[in-house]
């Protein structure tokens, strides 16, 4: 079974400060990764995923992940936080062998931009 | 990138009636979609998977009876939440996959806040 675990349920970061939001991830084969991203009363968008490939995938609104296979880990990063990026963020991953199967998703993290 | 319609995104009824939420994938067929819900600053719940032209698949401790799917065409699933009470006041999302393996994202409906009053 796979798991998710976002660290920090509540992250805040000033205007034009890193932000990193940790997720790491329980799974007997590497599984596909993702991070979305959701607004008050919105569904989720997709930030970026890591398929196959380089392990640094670069995604929308300047957020990057690097996949760390030995750390089974997969954080998000943005060098300047601003303050439109406070939203809810959500890591999830998928069974690399049934591209058609569920998503399991960490319990979130709520990103805050303070000016 | 490939769309999910989810209509309505808001609906407000009475206690004891019936909604039904729509969810379309508009360019893309989806042989399976996934609904789920999400309660106020929590992640989302899986409710059930559902299949295009066979039952859906329920979660442990979700209410098939209560929350009615059909997935009658490779691009439409509805769920109806039948009698509804305040209880099931929530955020309801649905999402498709292309079951394609150089596209796994899911893609996910504007989501529908319902109301029980």
């Known amino acids: 079974a796979q798991s998710v675990t976002q660290l920090g349920s509540h992250v805040s970061v000033s205007e034009g400060a890193l932000v990193l939001l940790r997720c790491n991830y329980s799974?007997?084969?590497?599984?596909?990764l993702f991070w979305y991203v959701q607004y008050p009363n919105q569904g989720l968008q997709l930030l970026l995923k890591y398929t196959t490939g380089a392990t640094l995938v670069k995604g929308i609104n300047g957020f990057e992940a690097e996949f760390k296979k030995s750390e089974t880990s997969f954080h998000l990063t943005k060098p300047s936080a601003h303050m439109s990026d406070a939203a809810e963020y959500f890591c999830?991953?998928?069974?690399?062998?049934?591209?058609?199967?569920?998503?399991?998703f960490g319990g979130g993290t709520r990103l805050m931009a303070k000016p | 990138g490939a769309v999910v319609s989810q209509h309505p995104s808001r609906v407000i009824c009475k206690s004891g009636t019936s909604v039904k939420i729509e969810c379309r994938s508009l360019d893309f067929q989806a042989t399976t979609m996934f609904w789920y819900r999400q309660f106020p600053k929590q992640s989302l719940m899986l409710m059930a998977t559902s299949n295009e032209g066979s039952k859906a698949t329920y979660e442990q401790g979700v209410e098939k009876d209560k929350f009615l799917i059909n997935h009658a065409s490779l691009t439409l699933s509805t769920l109806t939440v039948t009698s509804a009470h305040p209880e099931d006041s929530s955020f309801y999302i649905c999402?498709?996959?292309?079951?394609?393996?150089?596209?796994?994202?899911?893609?996910f409906g504007q989501g529908t806040r319902l109301t029980v009053v």
């Open positions: 999830a991953v998928s069974d690399r062998n049934n591209a058609g199967n569920m998503l399991t």
């Open positions: 999402s498709a996959r292309r079951g394609e393996q150089a596209h796994p994202e899911a893609f």
């Open positions: 799974s007997s084969v590497p599984p596909y």
